[in-house]
């Protein structure tokens, strides 16, 4: 498990001084950030409103959401005096989410684990201090956690977050510690005194586990992988209620199958790098945990392990700058 977890260091999160932070445009960064506060087609939101989510002075939302709409990106709604998502930002979004047979593989997968643990399993992507969901499946019986495509998650306070700062290189993630001390004090406290010890059991186990921070009610597990697609680690992910699964039921019957899937999905996301239509990635039934709590080795598992030992491309997400 070690070298699969070097493998996942290696991308680099820039940020900080060492990127040129005269490099960043203020005002494409703050646009972005009043883009972000829109959660759904549906979301409608006054400048006030995303003055508060955003922690932008109004004059500047303002300015921004006027030329946002001249753009097609958002729409004013004269009768709330309120914005909601454009039809420029809709096509935009849609003209990214190619690849859907991929995708379809991997909500395949996720549902395969769905099947055999009552809980919600998702395929997240990092969105600064975030992630978002890009895929999700749910047990019929699963409680207490009802994220969907497209729901945002703390970084801080949950499995994925966890999963995914650890599995970045120290002084990358430590840099974006530094961005979140600033940006958002009370996220960093919590992951702060965590990510070392996060960073050790993810070299010698594969996975991370959070319990309880989210909420008391929810444990989780999840697994870091480099997408090629995307050019940054992700994370696939797994919330389960407390009452039913601790944090020993989690290592001896959870992680297990969370690392088959990390191991299906990362064979997935390689090989759709260079063949996205080929239609003989063909689904393999995930193990379920074994009695001694070691993850049944699979033909996908060794093609996976083999390709972790090649070397990385240092090209990967380029935090922007939280400065206001």
């Known amino acids: ?95 990214m989410m190619k690849g859907l047979q991929l995708r379809n593989l991997i909500r395949q997968r996720l549902g395969d684990v769905a099947e055999q643990l009552p809980g919600t399993v998702g395929f997240v992507i990092p969105d600064r201090y975030h992630l978002v969901y890009l895929e999700f499946a ?24 966890h999963a995914y700062t650890a599995a970045l290189e120290p002084e990358v993630g430590d840099a974006l510690l530094i961005e979140m001390e600033r940006e958002a004090p009370d996220a960093a406290r919590v992951l702060k005194p965590r990510i070392e010890a996060n960073r050790h059991f993810l070299r010698e186990n594969g996975y991370v586990v959070a319990c309880g921070l989210w909420s008391p009610h929810i444990n989780g597990v ?18 389960l209620l407390a009452a039913m699964y601790d944090e020993r039921r989690l290592h001896a019957e959870v992680a297990p199958v969370m690392r088959e899937l990390g191991a299906a999905i990362g064979s997935l996301l390689e090989t759709a790098e260079g063949d996205i239509f080929n239609n003989r990635l063909d689904r393999k039934t995930l193990g379920v945990a074994a009695p001694n709590n070691k993850m049944s080795v699979t033909e996908e598992t060794n093609d996976l392990e083999a390709r972790t030992r090649r070397a990385r491309s240092a090209r990967g997400l380029r935090a922007r700058d939280g400065r206001r």
């Open 138 to 161: 749910r047990s019929a019986n699963a409680l207490g956690l009802h994220e969907v495509t497209g729901s945002r998650i703390s970084m801080a306070s949950t499995a994925a977050g």
């Open 222 to 239: 999840a697994v870091p992988l480099w997408s090629p697609q995307y050019q940054t680690v992700v994370a696939v992910t797994i919330g």
């Open 1 to 95: 498990m070690g070298r699969r977890s070097e493998r996942l260091s290696r991308p680099r999160l820039l940020t900080g001084d060492a990127t040129g932070e005269a490099d960043v445009i203020q005002v494409v960064s703050r646009a972005f950030d009043v883009l972000r506060c829109f959660e759904g087609h549906e979301a409608r939101l006054g400048n006030l409103e995303i003055s508060n989510r955003c922690g932008l002075p109004r004059s500047t939302v303002s300015r921004l959401t006027h030329t946002l709409t001249r753009m097609g990106q958002l729409v004013y709604l004269p009768r709330d005096q309120k914005y909601r998502i454009g039809p420029s930002a809709v096509a935009m979004s849609t003209s």
